[in-house]
């Protein structure tokens, strides 16, 4: 059972979701602390947010998709996917972030202005295996859901073992081999 649930864009879930993508890039959000964004859990499910969602923030095609996307109210939390993290690293070049474009839809622009922000200059990049809930989970949304942080914890905890991958295995073992060698 899990409990752990990590914020990202909507959009962003939902390419994960599909199996688009299978990097999570984060600089962290002003809530993280001093020490800034770690990679705290290896397994969690993924919170899709609207919040500081910008549809400009993504390429045209994903963008494209933004508008198409439903959401349920705004009380509800909707939880469809979870992930595992294969490989995290921390980037410490953009030009280290800028070898991953192909592998995920945030815009260029978007990479550098998360790589440059803060004090530090840097960015996580998590190469994840994502698993669907059929059917989704809805739950309340709660208050304490809500500010700029990472890592939240959910009510209740729910078995990721119950949903399945979202790429086969030689798919998403294809997609890891790009990733590493991306940065190696």
């Known amino acids: 059972m899990v409990q752990t649930a990590f914020k990202e ?12 993508q299978i990097v999570i890039l984060r600089k962290g959000g002003i809530a993280e602390g001093r020490g800034g964004f770690r990679v705290e859990h290896e397994r969690f499910w993924l919170f899709p947010t609207r919040f500081h969602q910008q549809a400009e923030g993504v390429v045209p095609d994903a963008a494209a998709r933004f508008g198409l996307m439903t959401f349920p109210p705004e009380d509800v939390l909707r939880i469809q996917f979870a992930a595992e993290v294969v490989e995290a690293r921390q980037l410490e070049s953009l030009a280290a972030a800028e070898r991953l474009a192909g592998q995920h839809i945030w815009r260029d622009d978007v990479i550098a202005e998360r ?10 990049a998590m190469a994840v295996r994502v698993r669907q809930l059929a059917p989704p989970m809805d739950l309340p949304m709660l208050e304490e859901y809500g500010g700029c942080k990472s890592w939240i914890e959910l009510e209740p905890s729910m078995d990721i073992d119950a949903a399945n991958p979202v790429l ?12 590493r060698e991306a940065l190696a």
């Open 9 to 20: 864009w909507a959009v962003i879930v939902e390419a994960l979701g599909q199996g688009e």
């Open 115 to 124: 790589f440059d922000w803060g004090r530090d200059q840097g960015i996580y």
């Open 168 to 179: 086969e295995d030689a798919i998403f073992e294809q997609k890891l081999a790009g990733f």
